[in-house]
T-cell receptor
Framework: DTGVSQNPRHKITKRGQNVTFRCDPISEHNRLYWYRQTLGQGPEFLTYFQNEAQLEKSRLLSDRFSAERPKGSFSTLEIQRTEQGDSAMYLC????????????FGPGTRLTVT | LAKTTQPISMDSYEGQEVNITCSHNNIATNDYITWYQQFPSQGPRFIIQGYKTKVTNEVASLFIPADRKSSTLSLPRVSLSDTAVYYCLVGDSWGKLQFGAGTQVVVTP
């Protein structure tokens, strides 16, 4: 078990560009979560999946954000037309369905929008 | 989701016990209490979870009174490497965690 991995670890992009992040969860975990964290704040829930189904999306998430989890394995988070306010650490976590409160987090992808 | 209130920061010396109390007055019947630890530039790490009474693992203890409106995380004999932000969360098993700002614990020699 190699834990949750995220790629890339860092991404610098210009405002208006699209970016895509990838998360590979722990293989036996059927739940996958995305969070966003800015400096000095706790992580903020964005969305989560059970297998390939996206169960909930935060109201804070604009239409520029989309997430997928094809085949219930890895997940991608895409941000279209990035804005400077999107600069943050994007965290992915996974868990099994019986213990959703016990989540294993990846190292995150730090996005900087210039 | 129930909101939680915890101190912004706590200072301690190496070898001491650190107790962080969290208030969650609106906790629901099916909510669990969970604590996470986060180091700079890393994702949070699960520490401990409980529903009621006391839970202990190799890292910490969690004390939950009968009314479940608060909980206390106890870190025994802290070391410098325990310097981190500690988050108290309540929620059901679906796992939509709502993090607050957490408690910054600083351990000094």
């Amino acid at each position: 078990d190699t834990g949750v991995s995220q790629n890339p670890r860092h991404k610098i992009t210009k405002r208006g560009q699209n970016v895509t992040f990838r998360c590979d969860p722990i293989s036996e975990h059927n739940r996958l979560y995305w969070y966003r964290q800015t400096l000095g704040q706790g992580p903020e829930f964005l969305t989560y999946f059970q297998n390939e189904a996206q169960l909930e999306k935060s109201r804070l998430l604009s239409d520029r954000f989309s997430a997928e989890r094809p085949k219930g394995s890895f997940s991608t988070l895409e941000i279209q037309r990035t804005e400077q306010g999107d600069s943050a650490m994007y965290l992915c976590a996974s868990s099994n369905s019986a213990q959703g409160y016990e989540q294993y987090f990846g190292p995150g992808t730090r996005l900087t929008v210039t | 989701l129930a909101k939680t209130t915890q101190p912004i920061s706590m200072d301690s010396y190496e070898g001491q016990e650190v107790n962080i109390t969290c208030s969650h007055n609106n906790i629901a019947t099916n909510d669990y209490i969970t604590w996470y630890q986060q180091f700079p530039s890393q994702g949070p790490r699960f520490i401990i979870q409980g529903y009621k009474t006391k839970v202990t693992n190799e890292v910490a203890s969690l004390f939950i009174p009968a009314d479940r409106k608060s909980s206390t995380l106890s870190l025994p004999r802290v070391s410098l490497s325990d310097t981190a932000v500690y988050y108290c969360l309540v929620g059901d098993s679906w796992g939509k965690l709502q993090f607050g700002a957490g408690t910054q614990v600083v351990v000094t020699p």
